[in-house]
């Protein structure tokens, strides 16, 4: 059974910046492809940022390029999203998401995800 937890959420003020954290474990964490997205009330799922298993790879939503980064560590079975330069606009609950795959391709829709967290609060005050 894959599980995955998120951790470091919060309260910050515009300018901010948050780490979020998301600790895998189940099977062989680098066997996943991983990818953050993120949720606001009475809105869809949107994608935030993507890693390929190997970690080489990465992509970002427009809105996030230049502000968020995603790394992964293979060692410690996590991967984290740094978030710089927070906007009200990036309020929302983000969860974390793994593919089992033998790709060294990013994916970036909730539908190719097999495994969900929970969800972090971020919110971001003005």
């Known amino acids: 059974q894959v599980q995955l937890v998120e951790s470091g959420g919060g309260l910050v003020q515009a300018g901010g910046s948050l780490r979020l954290s998301c600790a895998v474990s189940?099977?062989?964490?680098?066997?996943?492809?991983m990818g953050w997205f993120r949720q606001a009330p009475g809105k869809e799922r949107e994608f935030v940022a993507a890693?390929?298993?190997?970690?080489?790879?990465?992509y970002y939503a427009d809105s996030v390029k230049g502000r968020f980064t995603i790394s992964r560590d293979n060692a410690k079975n996590t991967v984290t999203l740094q978030m710089n330069s927070l906007k009200p606009e990036d309020t929302a609950v983000y969860s974390c998401a793994a593919k089992p795959t033998i790709s060294l391709r990013t994916y970036t829709t909730p539908r190719e995800y097999d495994y969900w967290g929970q969800g972090t609060q971020v919110t971001v005050s003005s």
């Open positions: 189940g099977r062989t964490f680098s066997g996943y492809a």
């Open positions: 890693t390929s298993r190997s970690g080489v790879s990465t």
